[in-house]
């Protein structure tokens, strides 16, 4: 990211770094990046560009505007501004905002949609939402048959035995460059051969920041990884599920909460109160949250219970088994750097600014905007639910439970479960509408989109291998 705040700013920049093309990006329904590219011709030219913005079709971006009323203007916010590391000529992306005719944002923009979400967060809370993303996906080539490991035992491997470290690499440069905070990148469990390919698991994942900024480096990431793939020349793909039996892929959401911008998720070593009402506006709005962040058949071939992926609505403490794993949060003080490191004199550090929850169902077919302002939906339920101390303490399991072990099947039986498809994940949006509409948040026309979309899919006419690209 360029570190640029004014338009003046980026002005500037661009004439001084001889910038020739400039590009619009923003997303539609399908939560993936357009573009429109204009030539910058000289300073009066790029000033009206940055000022005015530019006209599109609003009804081939989001399916629920009517032709007949179709046109929004696309305005470029500066902040946004990063210089494309594809590009051979120098070129500059920004990100961009949609307004109505009138000059007032589209209500039905997901990106304006999620900004409404954090707003009513924060006036009800009045606390600020983080949240980072871990994406997790498939690079499929060709099998040179050198270095093979064990089939789903790719996890945290190391080249030559991970094929796509530097494809892995590359990214995570190139998305810091655009503005994305990497925390860091590994290899993932999934990795088998079959017919000749060798379909290997990877992942990257972000440190906590704004939640409107956390939905849009998730949005760039993806679009650098799939311009890097193809430039590799091999497949990478974001489906949750590529073939049965085999480590599917998901983009489990870490949550934080601040205050004046310090942390309020730890009190005396242990989670406060504020995450365990935002983890019970989690559970209560649980079976409809997969409307938003699993919103296709091959969701839920990953979602299927008794295997790793998350299916009943509970929480606990580092278990993957739960919907909601509190992970370590460095709580015990103890310095662990000056215990494997002799000379280091030990110290009494406070890590608790490191402290998240994560959901972990959701996918990356998901629009990053709306997952992001349904979870910010929830997280405010809760806090506005009389009960949610009570609701957070039944939904706890224990440290060490799995819930997909056949000895807790009585717990399981116990849990509320998650939609086993999209028909039933559509009928929990109707019936839970109101956490998401409430303070005119999600538009009615936006939700009932989303229902009829979810209720046209049937898991038979789903295809695996040709839906690799969807996500």
């Known amino acids: ?35 429109l590219n204009f030539v910058v011709r000289d300073k009066e030219h790029l000033t009206n560009i940055l000022e005015a913005g530019e006209r599109v079709d609003g009804s081939s971006l989001f399916p629920y505007v009517e032709a007949g009323q ?9 902040r946004t501004a990063f210089r494309n590391p594809f590009e051979e000529v120098p070129t500059v992306d920004v990100l961009c905002s949609f307004f109505n005719r009138d000059g007032k944002p589209f209500e039905g923009s997901p990106e304006y949609v999620l900004h409404k979400a954090h707003e009513a967060f924060k006036a009800a809370t009045g606390l600020e939402m983080q949240t980072m993303g871990e994406l997790e996906y498939y690079v499929i080539s060709e099998d040179d048959g050198m270095y093979h490991i064990a089939d789903q035992k790719g996890y945290h491997e190391s080249a030559p035995f991970n094929k796509f470290a530097d494809l892995r690499v590359e990214a995570i440069r190139y998305i810091t460059e655009a503005g994305g905070m990497v925390k860091y990148a590994h290899s993932e469990v999934g990795n088998f051969r079959q017919e000749g390919k060798i379909f290997e698991q990877n992942e990257i994942e972000f440190l906590p920041v704004d939640i409107e900024e956390a939905a849009e480096q998730l949005i760039v990431a993806k679009w650098i990884m799939r311009q890097l793939a193809w430039r590799y020349g091999v497949t990478l ?18 949550c ?31 079976t409809s949250l997969p409307a938003f962040g699993n919103p296709h058949p091959l969701s839920f071939m990953r979602l299927v219970p008794n295997q ?3 299916t009943s ?55 990053t905007y709306l997952l992001m302002a349904a979870l ?3 997280a405010r339920h809760g806090f506005e639910m009389p009960d949610a101390l009570a609701v957070a303490e039944k939904t706890y399991v224990g440290l060490g439970v799995d ?35 409430a303070g005119g948040v999600f538009p009615d026309a936006l939700v009932d989109y989303l229902i009829r979309c979810l209720k046209s899919f049937t898991h038979k006419d789903v295809n695996v291998v040709d839906n690799l690209h969807v996500a």
Not at 4 to 26: A, G, M, P, W
């Open 313 to 367: 609505l509970c929480w606990s403490y580092s278990n993957r088994s739960a919907l909601v794993r509190v992970p370590l949060g460095w709580t015990s003080r103890i310095d662990m750097a000056a215990a494997c490191n002799p000379g280091e004199t030990p110290i009494d550090r406070d890590f608790s600014e490191k402290a998240t929850f994560e959901w972990r169902a959701s996918d990356a077919m998901a629009n």
């Open 237 to 254: 793909t974001f489906a949750p599920k590529i073939t049965v039996g085999k480590a599917g892929s998901g983009m489990h959401v870490h």
């Open 70 to 78: 179709s046109d929004l203007y696309v305005m470029p916010r500066y």
């Open 308 to 310: 790793e992926a998350p």
């Open 403 to 437: 819930i997909h072990d056949s000895a807790n099947e009585n717990l399981k039986n116990s849990l509320e479960q998650l939609p086993a498809s999209c028909s039933e994940a559509a009928a929990e949006l109707d019936r839970d509408r109101r956490i998401y509409t």
């Open 256 to 286: 934080k909460f601040t205050r004046n911008g310090r942390s309020v998720m730890v009190e005396n070593g242990d989670i406060t109160d504020v995450v365990r009402k935002a983890i019970a506006g989690f559970m209560d709005a649980g």
């Open 1 to 35: 990211m360029l570190n640029i705040r004014t338009r003046s700013e980026l002005i500037k920049y661009c004439l001084d770094n001889q910038v020739e093309i400039l590009n619009f990006h923003y997303c539609g329904w399908d939560g993936r990046l357009k573009t």
């Open 376 to 378: 910010c939906c929830a």
